[in-house]
């Protein structure tokens, strides 16, 4: 039970024990220290008695002297009851003196005896009733022999009535201090010692539960002054630590660790208070540029007057963090899509005035916005922010999209995407008419090798994706032709070594007419390596490892179809029989022998498609 005491009433009953204890000893001495000097005076008050009574005798021998002596005694001293002088007469004992003369003559009681025997002064207390006295028994001498004994009895009622009144006196008294001591105790202790320990309890709860912290004053005793100074200082050196531990130290906002503590704490509360809350996912357009053009410590520059720009424009309760790189994040607890949306617009408007500062790379923001618990749910509202983020990208850049607007965005880019692809199939066909304009012998070998890779890439079980690639590329392998002065593409006869190498120039001269188109980048390998070698004398690198599957197979269709038509230099095209042997022959040199294989299994079915009717 004593552990299950507060720290106050613990110190308290410590000390009222101690109180207690020290009163109750006092009380225990002083009781005793009376009583001894009470019965001190009465056995000095009966010593004095006898030795008077016994001097007398000796010298006069007269049991009258003596018995002069006790009326004396009685009428003087109120409170001596009696007085008894016992002698010896042969082996009894007779009462010859006493203040009672009806007892005179009387056999001494048997009680007695012992005493007469012993010749001992004996003292003793004796209590009847409300009357309490003192009984002595003194030896009688004579000539130094011992005849009998005086017997005297003194009233010590009153005595001890005051003594007992003093006893009482003293215990109230003790009482009254010990209250008097134990209040004044409680208050020192209280004032001094256990306030200001509940003090810095409060302090430790509140910081426990997350509370802004106040500093902690107490006017107390010097240590306990000392331990709130260090425990102030304690506190301020962890709360420095925990907002380093929560800071981006580059830009100052809250880091993406804090980020997550609070987003969970807002959308809880949120859910308590049934009021909307916003999430603004922020990217700095441009930003990798700015840092190739200006450098990484410009770029940090402008990582912090960007933040700074956030957080002074957004409101009190809004949290801004780094998310990393260049994405921030902003908490709005109660705001809804349109509200956030204009808050968004108002960033976005100044980020784009202030980016203007740099001339190569102008910076602007795209903020996406997901609306708690509207647009996404807890595990799934920072994914949904960073979709409409770079569906704002996605369409320009500095725009703001909320995640309501998804979905609109959606079926615009797919309207746009089949724009695009329109587009891009005509761009393909243009290219590779012209490439055919200009070289009247490859009419249709564009299309055919494009047929042929194609075919060959879905019957090795490649991935409708790759398929794709790889026929467009068969399409485009040619398109560097574009840039081989026309002299030498329809010379005919054998090509010098000189125009060998201009003729060799085209793979890399297609690469370079496609590396601009962005929705060509995985086709350009193929284009590039499609005349390179597995013996390593193929160009325009002499590749043996590392060749592009695609580009493999776009070799064996192009030389397929080379060898089955009439070119400059070779007026009669070879018989497929012929062409076939030539690409058995090849296999393992100038050939993948693996896509050889899978080519000849399907040039039947290939010619009879390719056939019309």
């Known amino acids: 039970m004593y552990r299950k005491l507060g720290l106050q009433s613990k110190i308290i009953l410590l000390f009222s024990a101690m109180i207690f204890v020290t009163m109750s000893a006092g009380i225990i001495f002083n009781i005793y220290t009376i009583s001894d000097a009470v019965k001190k005076t009465y056995v000095s008050q009966l010593k004095g008695i006898t030795t008077t009574i016994n001097g007398r005798y000796e010298e006069s021998r007269s049991i009258q002297d003596v018995q002069q002596i006790f009326d004396y005694i009685k009428q003087?001293?109120?409170?001596?009851?009696?007085?008894?002088?016992?002698?010896?007469?042969?082996?009894?004992?007779?009462?010859?003196?006493?203040?009672?003369?009806?007892?005179?003559?009387?056999?001494?009681?048997?009680?007695?005896?012992?005493?007469?025997?012993?010749?001992?002064?004996?003292?003793?207390?004796?209590?009847?009733?409300?009357?309490?006295?003192?009984?002595?028994?003194?030896?009688?001498l004579e000539d130094g022999m011992i005849i009998g004994a005086i017997e005297i009895f003194i009233d010590e009622t009153d005595d001890e009535a005051l003594v007992q009144q003093r006893i009482e006196f003293m215990a109230i008294f003790s009482i009254i201090i010990s209250v008097i001591l134990f209040v004044l105790l409680w208050y020192i202790i209280r004032r001094l010692f256990v306030l200001p320990l509940m003090s810095l309890r409060e302090a430790a709860v509140s910081i426990q539960q997350g509370k802004d912290y106040e500093e902690v004053q107490l006017n107390a005793s010097r240590e306990i002054n000392e331990l709130a100074a260090a425990f102030n200082e304690m506190v301020y050196n962890l709360e420095d630590r925990y907002v380093k531990s929560i800071?981006?130290?580059?830009?100052?906002?809250?880091?993406?660790?804090?980020?997550?503590?609070?987003?969970?704490?807002?959308?809880?509360?949120?859910?308590?208070?049934?009021?909307?809350?916003?999430?603004?996912?922020?990217?700095?357009?441009?930003?990798?540029?700015?840092?190739?053009?200006?450098?990484?410590?410009?770029?940090?520059?402008?990582?912090?007057?960007?933040?700074?720009?956030?957080?002074?424009?957004?409101?009190?309760?809004?949290?801004?963090?780094r998310y990393g790189g260049e994405e921030f994040v902003v908490i709005m607890p109660y705001t809804d899509g349109p509200a956030a949306k204009s808050k968004a617009e108002k960033l976005r408007h100044l980020v784009a005035i202030h980016g203007n500062q740099s001339v190569l790379t102008p910076i602007t923001i795209s903020i996406g916005i997901a609306v708690f618990p509207d647009d996404a749910e807890e595990e799934n509202l920072v994914h949904t922010a960073d979709q409409a983020m770079y569906t704002a990208k996605g369409h320009g850049k500095n725009r703001v999209v909320l995640a309501s607007e998804l979905k609109s965005f959606r079926k615009q880019n797919y309207v746009r995407k089949v724009d695009d692809q329109k587009w891009l199939l005509d761009t393909i066909l243009s290219l590779a008419k012209a490439v055919e304009v200009k070289d009247p012998y490859t009419h249709n070998h564009s299309e055919r090798v494009s047929k042929y890779a194609g075919a060959v890439a879905s019957s090795m079980g490649l991935a409708d994706e790759e398929v794709k690639n790889i026929s467009i590329a068969g399409l485009l392998h040619d398109v560097g032709k574009i840039g081989i002065p026309d002299g030498i593409l329809n010379k005919e006869g054998r090509l010098t070594n000189e125009e060998y190498e201009i003729m060799k120039s085209h793979p890399v001269l297609g690469y370079h007419i496609l590396a601009s188109v962005e929705e060509l980048k995985e086709t350009l390998p193929y284009v590039l390596y499609h005349h390179e070698r597995p013996d390593g004398k193929g160009y325009p690198h002499g590749l043996t490892d590392g060749i592009p599957l695609g580009a493999r197979i776009i070799a064996v269709a192009d030389a397929f179809h080379s060898m089955t038509s009439a070119r400059p230099y070779r007026k009669n095209a070879l018989s497929e029989e012929l062409a076939i042997e030539e690409l058995k022959k090849g296999q393992g040199t100038q050939f993948d022998p693996v896509v050889v294989g899978q080519f000849l299994s399907v040039i039947k079915d290939i010619e009879k498609l390719s056939r019309p009717g």
């Open 247 to 321: 800071t981006d130290s580059l830009t100052g906002t809250y880091n993406s660790a804090y980020f997550k503590q609070k987003l969970s704490e807002s959308m809880i509360q949120a859910k308590e208070t049934g009021e909307s809350m916003a999430l603004l996912f922020c990217d700095i357009d441009n930003f990798k540029k700015l840092n190739d053009h200006e450098g990484h410590l410009f770029g940090d520059k402008v990582l912090k007057q960007i933040s700074e720009l956030i957080l002074s424009n957004v409101g009190p309760d809004d949290t801004v963090c």
């Open 76 to 140: 003087q001293e109120e409170n001596v009851l009696a007085l008894n002088l016992h002698v010896k007469k042969g082996e009894r004992s007779t009462v010859l003196a006493s203040s009672d003369r009806s007892i005179i003559g009387s056999a001494t009681p048997d009680t007695l005896s012992p005493s007469l025997e012993s010749g001992k002064t004996m003292i003793s207390h004796l209590k009847e009733g409300e009357k309490q006295s003192v009984r002595l028994i003194a030896p009688l």
